[in-house]
T-cell receptor
Framework: KAGVTQTPRYLIKTRGQQVTLSCSPI?????VSWYQQTPGQGLQFLFE???????NKGNFPGRFSGRQFSNSRSEMNVSTLELGDSALYLC????????????FGSGTRLTVV | AQTVTQSQPEMSVQEAETVTLSCTYD???????LFWYKQPPSRQMILVIR??????QNATENRFSVNFQKAAKSFSLKISDSQLGDAAMYFC???????????FGQGTRLTINP
């Protein structure tokens, strides 16, 4: 079956712009989590959605937001981009809370210039 | 807050040899899960092995095994018969039972020398 699909794969934006990243989970998976990966801070949890509801949020400013649609696809949005937002953004989907069910996508590489 | 520490930023091993990657964690919880993920240049995080804290027996998946020391809060990964395809970043991760997020260590870059 198809894996977790993240689009776009690469993105270059200018400071002050906003960006929307997309994640399509594995069919049947209703939980989608987002992580930010940077060389300095490593992998940090952004938020998690289940059945269109945000269940948990990491320690990120309000410029970072997300949503989940009825088909479980999720988007995350970053407004007023800063240079420090340059990172690899990873999405993971899972079957409810099954601990062995986390499947990651290949990420979106965002570069802010 | 839970933290995960990987003290080896880089490791290298000869092909076919055995290598052990270290991981320690800090938590006050009793029910949790530990994971090792592999991230090759393709960037996708791939689950290598997981361990439930309530299980005393160490998890094993083919050439990969862990040494789980709950009292010491240590969770090391042993890779036997290393292969060139094992070269990647390896991340140790923690998840509290009932929580939705994974807490990751900083990673260890593993190089396999032919």
């Amino acid at each position: 079956k198809a894996g977790v699909t993240q689009t776009p794969r690469y993105l270059i934006k200018t400071r002050g712009q906003q960006v929307t990243l997309s994640c399509s989970p594995i069919s049947g998976h209703r939980s989608v989590s987002w992580y930010q990966q940077t060389p300095g801070q490593g992998l940090q949890f952004l938020f998690e959605y289940f059945s269109e509801t945000q269940r948990n949020k990491g320690n990120f400013p309000g410029r970072f937001s997300g949503r989940q649609f009825s088909n479980s696809r999720s988007e995350m949005n970053v407004s007023t981009l800063e240079l420090g937002d340059s990172a690899l953004y990873l999405c993971a989907s899972s079957l409810m809370d099954r601990v062995d069910g986390y499947t990651f996508g290949s990420g979106t590489r965002l570069t802010v210039v | 807050a839970q933290t995960v520490t990987q003290s080896q930023p880089e490791m290298s091993v000869q092909e076919a040899e055995t290598v052990t990657l270290s991981c320690t964690y800090d938590t006050s919880e009793s029910d949790y899960y530990l994971f090792w993920y592999k991230q090759p240049p393709s960037r996708q995080m791939i689950l290598v092995i997981r361990q439930e804290a309530y299980k005393q027996q160490n998890a094993t998946e083919n050439r990969f095994s862990v040494n789980f020391q709950k009292a010491a809060k240590s969770f090391s990964l042993k890779i036997s018969d290393s292969q060139l395809g094992d070269a990647a970043m390896y991340f140790c991760a923690y998840k509290r039972q009932g929580a939705q997020k994974l807490v990751f260590g900083q990673g260890t870059r593993l190089t396999i020398n032919p």
